[in-house]
């Protein structure tokens, strides 16, 4: 495993799972043949490591005592593997469209398990909602109108969240300010076949110190929501929780020292995701519940003493270590200078950061094909995907290896499950989708692949 980055004490190597880092270490003839046989790029994917993170999040909210209810938010990856192994650790799953619930349903969840936080119902949408019974988030006054209009006369009642637009957000066109949802729940009150379960919210950004804020707007809704004769039982914080891809201090000093010049487009990214935070999803966890929503109340004591379910909608966190993506070299093109550009098998759809004018911060692993690389001085180089758009960049951090890739090589991106590597994948120049295998052990112990589709799962 050959680590490298742009200047000698600014790399951002990954933060590894040891399943992970054992496989780049010890095993990349292995990997070299899933690569040929299945093709270029590769995702592979560790279900494990879902159940882990969610184990972890669940362990913080026991220990406050804090009753809860955990969504794994099924957009951040197209894995059915991942939606199984949160619904095998008994978590539910966030759906945002009919295809992710039918998804959802045919691996087991029933409306129980199922919470509808997406923006844009459909009716379709509403009405398969409806017939199991899931868990509805509501997003506006028109949205309420539309659902209603979706309900048979001969109904049980439907649970459902109203989604609230906290101040922070006002320019957010998701959610409803103060004023909209207690028109809703007027609304809802002379509707017997809804029932308010609570409210919900989902901030952008990744700060515990925001969802507080909401937390407290909130709670001033649920006492006003229960002097109107109404029982709410939760508040749904959404996701936004991190992840950390590399060392905070290296992540820091990288970004203390990085200049235009480290790009080959000659311009820093105006921004990034936190990849080195300072928070795992666990601390961020802790942080949140043990802040003050009042004088002496903190979140975690609020909730208990008011007897709410605290929900929340973890994507990347809970995909956090789930999937690599390896990409094979095809070609290393001599530019000018010490510049080059290596070619990879495969888009920068399948690693998508920069069609967000952002980067990928952390540094791709390079697994030689040959055993002993051909000596070579350290070269410079961006990487490009295989099509003929010249924006198909898949970093144009420029990138130092110490040793010459070559035809033939991998090149792996580390911790790709959240948003990177399926987000933006397409058939484009009719190459096939990437393949997506789940990597497990033998009865003997050794690693193989099992294919990641619903029948399989
Ligand atoms: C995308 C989304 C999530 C998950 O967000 P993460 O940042 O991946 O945790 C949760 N709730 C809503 C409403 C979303 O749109």
Redesign the pocket.
Known sequence: MTLHCHKLGAGLPPILRSETADLLALEGALLLDWVARHGSPLNLIWPDALRENLAALREVLIERGVEHAIYY?A??NKSPGLVQAALDAGAGV?ISSLYELRDARRLGADGASLVA?GPAKTKAFHEELVACNALISVDSPEELEDLIGCLPAETGTRPILLRLQPASQEKSRFGMKAEAIVRCLTRIAGESRLRFDGLHF?LGGYRWEDRVAALKEAAGLIAEARSMGFSPGMIDI????PIQYVDQEQYRAHLATQAPEDYRTGKVPGSFYPYGGALSSVDWLRRFLQAEISEGQTVANYLTSEGLILAM?????LADQAAITAFRITRVKALRDEAHVIFVEGSSFSACETWFASEFLVDPILIPARRSPAASNPIRAYLAGHSCLDDDVLSNRWLTFPVAPQAGDLLVFANTA?YQMDLLENEFHRHPIPARLRVLRDAEGRLMLAHDTIEEV
């Open positions: 938010g957009k951040v966030d936080t989902h959404g996701g936004g929780l909608e973890p994507g990347r966190a959240g």
